[in-house]
T-cell receptor
Framework: SQQGEEDPQALSIQEGENATMNCSYKTSINNLQWYRQNSGRGLVHLILIRSNEREKHSGRLRVTLDTSKKSSSLLITASRAADTASYFCATADNQGGKLIFGQGTELSVKP | KAGVTQTPRYLIKTRGQQVTLSCSPISGHRSVSWYQQTPGQGLQFLFEYFSETQRNKGNFPGRFSGRQFSNSRSEMNVSTLELGDSALYLC???????????????FGPGTRLLVL
């Protein structure tokens, strides 16, 4: 079963613009992770944020986590055509080996 | 370091047959998790193995099973295949973190199974 919702389901922007994706979840978590998937291939790990963290940066990526609202957001700044992909959030409990995924956001970045 | 590898990459089977998929984790990773991805249900957790023991199990019927070997390589098996088992099967490995908790999961390219 899915953990929660991702919003929007699809997003189309121009190169150079910022892209923001939101994720909500239902249960308590140990950490939340964001992944990228290109055209039905394997998932690429982008960033992990722990439940006691509020914000994390990695290159052009910025992730926030609000455990009181059970939500997270992923911001990609200065988007490139190569960022076109599906983006998934996934939550992990204290054991960690089981990720529960959202349904994903399809991002299209037009050159 | 070599990434997670999965074999075969593509597979076509008919209903009623059984299939075995293989996953080799990143060297040093002892946790291996399996996921099924379909357009309708999205990404769903199948099971996790750690040190040759199933540590976590998703909500799938008993036709789906797995195992892990002493070198951490893992296999999953689906018996009596149904049309709805057509999916991308993804394997992920992770190293042991604090208190034995699996950390970031690194995914393989997946095995695309088509059941006719």
């Amino acid at each position: 079963s899915q953990q929660g919702e991702e919003d929007p389901q699809a997003l189309s922007i121009q190169e150079g613009e910022n892209a923001t994706m939101n994720c909500s979840y239902k249960t308590s978590i140990n950490n939340l992770q964001w992944y990228r998937q290109n055209s039905g291939r394997g998932l690429v790990h982008l960033i992990l944020i722990r439940s006691n963290e509020r914000e994390k940066h990695s290159g052009r990526l910025r992730v926030t986590l609000d455990t009181s609202k059970k939500s997270s957001s992923l911001l990609i700044t200065a988007s490139r055509a190569a960022d076109t992909a599906s983006y998934f959030c996934a939550t992990a409990d204290n054991q960690g080996g089981k990720l529960i995924f959202g349904q994903g956001t399809e991002l299209s970045v037009k050159p | 370091k070599a990434g997670v590898t999965q074999t075969p990459r593509y597979l076509i089977k008919t209903r009623g047959q059984q299939v075995t998929l293989s996953c080799s984790p990143i060297s040093g990773h002892r946790s291996v998790s399996w996921y099924q991805q379909t357009p309708g249900q999205g990404l769903q957790f199948l099971f996790e193995y750690f040190s040759e023991t199933q540590r976590n199990k998703g909500n799938f019927p008993g036709r789906f099973s797995g195992r892990q070997f002493s070198n951490s390589r893992s296999e999953m098996n689906v018996s009596t295949l149904e049309l709805g088992d057509s999916a991308l099967y993804l394997c992920a490995s992770s190293r042991e973190g604090l208190f034995g908790r699996a950390e970031t999961q690194y995914f393989g390219p997946g095995t695309r199974l088509l059941v006719l």
